[in-house]
């Protein structure tokens, strides 16, 4: 069993930045899951924001956030990171942390169905 507990969402003007934290708590290493953030809004499907794979090496992002956010984890302290920048009322979501386990270094999480653990979700809103 995992639990992620994700932290540091909150209302911000656009072109602002937050970050995310998401910290994890396992009987396996942190190591040994590939983590991601996805968001969603009412009326809409969850969709996926950003990915990073168990070393943190191999990081994969939505286009629509691609050069403004940046995945990371420190795997020393069992969180995985999402910086936001450049902040747009489109941005605006409760923000998912999600655990996938996985014997492959490279695997990344792009889709509900490949992970495996939930966070409880963390709102952000981005005002214009």
């Known amino acids: 069993q995992v639990q992620l507990i994700e932290s540091g969402g909150g209302l911000v003007q656009a072109g602002g930045s937050l970050r995310l934290s998401c910290a994890a708590s396992?009987?396996?290493?942190?190591?040994?899951?590939?983590m991601g953030w996805f968001r969603q809004v009412p009326g809409k499907e969850r969709e996926f924001v950003a990915t990073i794979s168990r070393s943190g090496r191999s990081t994969d992002y939505a286009d629509s956030v691609k050069g403004r956010f940046t995945i990371s984890r420190d795997n020393a302290v069992n969180t995985v990171y999402l910086q936001m920048n450049s902040l747009k009322p489109e941005d605006t979501a409760v923000y998912f942390c999600a655990a996938g386990f996985t014997r492959h270094t490279d695997v990344l999480l792009t889709a509900d169905d490949e992970c495996d653990y939930w966070g409880q979700g963390a709102q952000v809103t981005v005002s214009s």
């Open positions: 396992s009987g396996r290493p942190f190591s040994s899951f590939a």
